[in-house]
């Protein structure tokens, strides 16, 4: 059981460059979200999915984008990258996040853009 | 928006019982409380219900406060282990599945 699995593990983008970041559950959850990680502000959600073809915004979207058209997949497109989206980047999935369990995460990817 | 969590680091000496708060200013749903090792991901230990039930496993449980919208997780004789980063995890009332973090409590036990 691989659980939540995210890749690359690491990523040099220059900025401009575009890129998307794989996220892939094995637990028939359909529940998954996208977090960043940045010293000192916590994690960060992005963008988030309740299910196959639905997405919705999280705090922080802008420069990102998401789809869902499996149950298992939740890729993040990085649309034209810059040095402020250099960060590290969470990808969970949960069954219920509002009654739980809580959310599996990735091991996420470390992403600096130059 | 974010959760505010305090206190933002604690240092404990091994035995030691520390309380780490969570709070919001829009009405709760359910809490989540995870642990972040350095380079690793965040794990999940336990999520609280409105109702203000209180749980727990081992040294570590949690209480959660509806008419205050404030959870409080509770580490009892900290072990070496329990060093880390502490998060809360906030889903409001109509926002399902929406899960917000906290900015964090950072804890390091020492002998």
């Known amino acids: 059981n691989a659980g939540v699995t995210q890749t690359p593990k690491f990523q040099v983008l220059k900025t401009g460059q575009s890129m998307t970041l794989q996220c892939a559950q094995d637990m028939n959850h359909e529940y998954m979200s996208w977090y960043r990680q940045d010293p000192g502000m916590g994690l960060r959600l992005i963008h988030y999915?309740?299910?196959?073809?639905?997405?919705d915004q999280g705090e922080v979207p802008n420069g990102y984008n998401v789809s869902r058209s499996t149950t298992e997949d939740f890729p993040l497109r990085l649309l034209s990258a810059a040095p402020s989206q250099t960060s590290v980047y969470f990808c969970?999935?949960?069954?219920?996040?509002?009654?739980?369990?809580?959310?599996?995460f990735g091991s996420g990817t470390r992403l600096t853009v130059v | 928006q974010q959760p505010v969590q305090s206190p933002q680091a604690v240092i404990l000496r091994e035995g030691e019982d520390a309380v780490i708060n969570c709070s919001s200013s829009?009405?709760?749903?359910?809490v989540h409380w995870y642990r972040q090792k350095h380079g690793e991901a965040p794990v999940f230990l336990m999520i609280l219900l409105k109702g203000g039930e209180q749980k727990g496993h081992e040294k570590i449980s949690a209480s959660f406060n509806e008419k205050k919208q404030q959870s409080s997780l509770y580490l009892t004789a900290s072990q070496l282990s329990y060093s880390g980063t502490y998060f809360c995890?906030?889903?409001?009332?109509?926002?399902?599945?929406?899960?917000?973090f906290g900015t964090g409590t950072r804890l390091q036990v020492t002998l």
């Open positions: 829009k009405a709760l749903y359910s």
């Open positions: 969970a999935s949960s069954e219920t996040p509002d009654r739980g369990p809580g959310y599996t």
């Open positions: 995890g906030t889903v409001h009332t109509g926002t399902a599945s929406k899960l917000t």
């Open positions: 999915s309740v299910g196959a073809g639905i997405t």
